[in-house]
Each structure stands twice: as C-alpha cells, then as structure tokens.
C-alpha cells in the first residue's frame, strides 16, 4: 500500500551562536512528495510492535522486528528486495536479536533458549549461520553492533576481572577489550563505525546519569563527547567523521552532530538517531512530549522534511537510493506499522 502526500516545512534564518565551534543547522522551507511505502511481514506475524531499524548501504536489506506466533519478544525480520524472512538460529524456539545489517545481507544477532544461547552472524546470500564462539572466561552479554569488516562491538561478563566489560572482536580474530574510564561502569555500546570507532555510554563514579564516550581506536583510551548545555550527552550513530546524537535533560537541549576530526558541533532542533554519508539527518522527536513530535529528516544544507504525525523514522538512506527514510508509522487502530519514504524535493 502506498499513500502520497506532501510536506512544507517552515523556513527561517540561520541563528548564530556565541559558543566556539557550535553551529545551529540553519532551517528553509522545502516542500517534498513522499510515498508511503508499508513493508509486508512474514505469514505468522503478530499484530503489534513491528518496525524497520536499519539497513544495509545498498537500500536492499532492510532489518527490524515484528511480533510472532509463540514468541514472547519482537523477533528480527530481514527484508531482502521487500520480501520478509525472520532470523533465528533456533527456527522452532527461543528468542531472537538483531543489531545491524551490512554490505551483502550480513547480520548479527543473538538467539536465547532455555538449554543455551547462540551468537551469529546471519549469510542472507547463503541463507545460513555462523556462530560466534567466544574464548573461555568471556561470558557475551549482549553483541550491539558490526561494521563492514565484520568486526562485532557489545558487552561481555569477564569472570577473571569479574565484572561488565566492553570488547571489540575483530573480523577473523579474539575479542579484546575496550579501555573504560576509571571508576565508571560501562552501560551500553551503541555503534561501531566502518573506519572502526566507536561510542558508547559510561555511569560516571557513584553513580548518576550514563553520558557517551568515544574511542577512536580499540587500543584508545574513551573520550568524553561534550554537550553544548548540558553535560550529559547520547551518541548514538557514527557515519564517516560525524556522530549523531543529543544532549540529555535540561529545558535547552538539542540534537547534535559531533566532527570526529575536528572541535565543531553542529546544533539542530531535535535528537538525531542516524546519519548518512552526506551528514543528513534523521530524527525521531526524542526531546518532545511523547507521542506529540514527529520525525524529521535534516539535510547537511538546513533543509528539512517533516513527517505525518505518527511517524517515528530510526533509518535515513544515502542520497542515491530511491528511498529516503526507514522506521514505524503509528495506524488508525494505534498499531505501529513498518514503512519506508521515497521523497523527492
């Protein structure tokens, strides 16, 4: 099913700030023709929480998640050319997990069952699995993210240090771990970049509020991201030398867009939860109200999209593909359902 309609966006000036390195995006007024497109799901789905997350550089596969008969969890579905498959390395039980999805239809992903747990890597060309072993003493906790080199980010239990740690498993050799900041507890790892970076969140001594660090080498120690109001921040995607992400709490916190190369940040209106090579941005109305800001896709250029109320957009496409944006549309019977936009400005 495809639904057209058109969005105008309201245009203003570019605002200058007095803080060094920090620009706000500036805001003009595009008027866009987006198509609807709603993904199908797979014969036993559920009706309920179903989603596109992400997808490959190439626009062929899509990867997010939708409910299914005798699973308690969302489980992952891999679009291949708009035809959906689930994944799991346990067809008849257990529950799945996908993070991300790269060049060639590769996925990684985690399958939970009462006698075990598998950690894969999913061939949507051979159709198949490869598990991943970990060496003895590290227990994976959660795989969160690969790049193109197959090289697997996540949390893993270290019973020598006995504790949480972050790691890096390299393509085609042992996982090592990732420098933590003294006294801080790891949260999350939230991505790993195709040039090998990678962010991820910190509890800071005593407790408090996680904020987002940078390593910029796995043998790096973590650098802190700085906000430009608040000092908390969430990085959550890296594309090339940007990091997409937003400042947490406080009445003038914003979206942000960090230069890995360089001290400038770049100021917008919301939080931003993907980037593309161009440093378009998508954005999924984090720092409203919830459920009354819709998504936004930013052009490096100050141009925006607004989106339907309803739509929250977690994918943007690289500027030569057909389809500009991925995420969930909210139906007339409160259900989400997963979509993408084709839009042209």
Same mark, same amino acid.
Request: hydrophobic fraction near 35%.
């Given at each position: 099913m495809i639904r057209k309609w058109a969005a105008l966006a309201a245009g203003t000036t570019l605002l200058v700030t007095t803080v060094p390195a920090v620009a706000q995006a500036a805001r003009a007024t595009v008027e866009a023709t987006c198509a609807r497109s709603v993904l199908a799901l797979p014969a036993d789905s559920l009706p309920g929480s179903s989603a596109a997350r992400t997808a490959d550089p190439s626009g062929r596969y899509l990867l997010g998640e939708a409910n299914r008969e005798g699973r308690q969890h969302g489980q992952p579905v891999l679009w291949v050319d708009g035809v959906p498959r689930w994944l799991s390395s346990r067809q008849e039980d257990g529950e799945s997990f996908a993070y991300s999805v790269v060049e060639g239809g590769l996925v990684v992903g985690s399958t939970y069952a009462l006698d075990g747990t598998d950690h894969w890597i999913y061939s949507a060309t051979t159709d198949s699995y490869r598990l991943l072993k970990p060496p003895p003493g590290l227990q994976i906790s959660q795989l969160t993210g690969m790049n193109k080199r197959q090289d697997i980010a996540g949390l893993a239990w270290d019973e020598g240090l006995g504790r949480q740690v972050p790691f890096v498993w390299p393509a085609g050799g042992q996982p090592r771990l990732l420098a933590v900041p003294a006294g801080h507890e790891v949260l999350y790892l939230d991505d790993i970049s195709d040039e090998g970076l990678i962010v991820g969140?910190? #509890? !800071? !001594?005593?407790?408090?509020?996680? #904020?987002?660090? *940078? /390593?910029?080498?796995?043998?790096?120690?973590?650098?802190? *991201?700085?906000?430009?109001? #608040?000092?908390?921040? /969430?990085?959550r995607d890296i594309e090339g030398q940007w990091i997409a992400g937003e400042e947490i709490g406080g009445a003038d916190a914003t979206g942000l867009i960090w230069n890995t190369r360089s001290p400038r940040i770049v100021q917008v209106e919301e939080g931003v939860v993907d980037l593309n090579s161009s440093r378009d941005a998508v954005t999924a109305g984090t720092l409203g109200v919830p459920n009354t800001y819709t998504s936004l896709v930013i052009r490096s250029d100050g141009t925006r999209i607004e989106f339907p109320e309803g739509t929250l957009l977690s994918h943007i496409f690289e500027r030569t593909n057909k389809l500009t944006a991925a995420g969930y549309h909210i139906t007339e019977s409160g259900l989400p359902e997963p979509v993408v936009y084709a839009c042209t400005d």
């Open positions: 969140r910190f #509890t !800071p !001594p005593g407790g408090g509020i996680a #904020t987002s660090y *940078l /390593w910029k080498s796995y043998g790096a120690q973590p650098v802190r *991201l700085r906000g430009v109001h #608040t000092k908390t921040v /969430w990085a």
